[in-house]
């Protein structure tokens, strides 16, 4: 009996003491659980309270919402602003003291903007193998008034650093400190989706480029004494004769600077600028072989005028070499190939085709709406 009653005792007390379990942790999302018309710059963030977040999984219609924790794993967010007018899908878990966990399932729709803002064109093409000096150049479908949330959006991967600059409200272009190295690999993407742009306007959809850095061509061409060299990797792969402009006029005066070759064609008609036909010094020729370099009609071109390559020079302004190096050049260029022209008492103006080599490295970082020029690189040259 005294067992038995030494056991009763036991088992009142046992039943006397609850187990204490602690709140499940509590989770929330910004926007929140079925919101409509959910801004979408402010991207998504997931946040535990009384525990640890282990998984958040979201979709924007059926792809997978990239994101991130932070250190503590208290708050996940978005890498990137949201899709405008998309539905959105959110799961998340946490768990706090004793392994308690909390889970969220939570829907909403971003906004339905007034204005969509999207890339009109981006320069290289993708997959498209160019030279060391080619810049990115980006066109907007509109103007972008907020020009920093914008530049935010745009990354770049490669192996070098470099900046953007803006041209104006509609375009921007980035282009390295220096020019790229021979061979690697450049990848742009405009994450532009859901950045606010500008009063009622937001990115319409992101887009990714990625392209490849050929060999290093560089052609330099000293019109004093009439002669081009071009270098594949440092090595000497051309000596060419050339004959450049005669410099009777401003237009007929070949420019100095860092040119790129933008595009070529063969044949390509050049017509005399602000000349009619019966005009002195009037012409109207079909060229063969012709490798742009500026967007006032500058061409690396074939001409049979041999007797004056390497002697005088006799053109409107283009650098003429002979038929077969003329030929040779037009096959091996790609576009943003450096040709550096000397000699001549016009310069290349930046905005003159790709002249943008033209700009200091100091002066390139302020036009950008995020980057300020840092002490170490005042007074840098460009390349």
């Given at each position: 009996?005294?067992?038995?009653?030494?056991?009763?005792?036991?088992?009142?007390?046992?039943?006397?003491?609850?187990?204490?379990?602690?709140?499940?942790?509590?989770?929330?999302?910004?926007?929140?659980?079925?919101?409509?018309?959910?801004?979408?710059?402010?991207?998504?963030?997931?946040?535990?309270?009384?525990?640890?977040?282990?998984?958040?999984?979201?979709?924007?219609?059926?792809?997978?919402?990239?994101?991130?924790?932070?250190?503590?794993?208290?708050?996940?967010?978005?890498?990137?602003?949201?899709?405008?007018?998309?539905?959105?899908?959110?799961?998340?878990?946490?768990?706090?003291?004793?392994?308690?966990?909390?889970?969220?399932?939570?829907r909403f729709r971003t906004l339905r903007p007034h204005h969509e803002v999207a890339l009109a064109s981006v320069v290289p093409d993708d997959g498209e193998t160019v030279g060391v000096g080619m810049p990115i150049i980006v066109t907007f479908t509109r103007p972008v008034e907020n020009r920093a949330a914008v530049e935010r959006a745009l990354a770049v991967t490669g192996p070098v650093e470099g900046a953007w600059?803006?041209?104006?409200?509609?375009?921007?272009?980035?282009?390295?400190?220096?020019?790229?190295?021979?061979?690697?690999?450049?990848?742009?993407?405009?994450?532009?989706?859901?950045?606010?742009?500008?009063?009622?306007?937001?990115?319409?959809?992101?887009?990714?480029?990625?392209?490849?850095?050929?060999?290093?061509?560089?052609?330099?061409?000293?019109?004093?004494?009439?002669?081009?060299?071009?270098?594949?990797?440092?090595?000497?792969?051309?000596?060419?004769?050339?004959?450049?402009?005669?410099?009777?006029?401003?237009?007929?005066?070949?420019?100095?600077?860092?040119?790129?070759?933008?595009?070529?064609?063969?044949?390509?008609?050049?017509?005399?600028?602000?000349?009619?036909?019966?005009?002195?010094?009037?012409?109207?020729?079909?060229?063969?072989?012709?490798?742009?370099?500026?967007?006032?009609?500058?061409?690396?071109?074939?001409?049979?005028?041999?007797?004056?390559?390497?002697?005088?020079?006799?053109?409107?302004?283009?650098?003429?070499?002979?038929?077969?190096?003329?030929?040779?050049?037009?096959?091996?260029?790609?576009?943003?190939?450096?040709?550096?022209?000397?000699?001549?008492?016009?310069?290349?103006?930046?905005?003159?085709?790709?002249?943008?080599?033209?700009?200091?490295?100091?002066?390139?970082?302020?036009?950008?709406?995020?980057?300020?020029?840092?002490?170490?690189?005042?007074?840098?040259?460009?390349?």
């Open positions: 009996m005294r067992v038995i009653a030494w056991a009763a005792a036991l088992l009142l007390a046992v039943a006397g003491c609850a187990v204490r379990v602690p709140p499940a942790p509590r989770i929330t999302m910004t926007p929140a659980p079925d919101a409509v018309g959910a801004p979408p710059d402010g991207g998504l963030v997931v946040r535990a309270d009384g525990g640890r977040l282990t998984n958040v999984v979201a979709f924007a219609g059926r792809d997978l919402v990239p994101g991130a924790f932070d250190r503590s794993r208290t708050v996940w967010r978005s890498s990137w602003p949201l899709r405008p007018g998309t539905d959105y899908v959110v799961n998340a878990l946490a768990v706090g003291p004793q392994g308690v966990a909390g889970r969220l399932t939570g600059h803006w041209f104006g409200p509609s375009q921007v272009v980035y282009r390295p400190m220096r020019m790229w190295p021979a061979r690697s690999r450049i990848a742009f993407t405009a994450h532009l989706a859901g950045v606010r742009a500008g009063p009622g306007t937001y990115g319409a959809a992101d887009r990714s480029v990625s392209f490849t850095v050929g060999r290093a061509m560089v052609s330099t061409v000293d019109t004093r004494v009439h002669r081009m060299v071009v270098r594949q990797d440092g090595v000497v792969a051309q000596r060419m004769p050339i004959s450049a402009g005669m410099a009777t006029t401003r237009e007929y005066t070949t420019t100095s600077g860092i040119h790129l070759t933008m595009e070529k064609g063969n044949p390509v008609r050049m017509v005399s600028p602000g000349r009619r036909k019966g005009d002195p010094e009037y012409y109207d020729n079909l060229i063969d072989y012709a490798v742009r370099i500026s967007n006032s009609g500058e061409y690396v071109h074939a001409m049979g005028n041999v007797w004056a390559q390497g002697r005088i020079n006799m053109s409107h302004g283009c650098v003429n070499a002979s038929p077969d190096q003329a030929r040779w050049f037009y096959e091996h260029a790609l576009r943003g190939d450096p040709v550096i022209v000397t000699g001549t008492s016009r310069r290349l103006e930046w905005n003159n085709g790709w002249g943008y080599w033209q700009i200091s490295w100091p002066d390139w970082l302020r036009g950008s709406a995020l980057r300020r020029v840092p002490e170490f690189v005042r007074g840098a040259a460009g390349t």
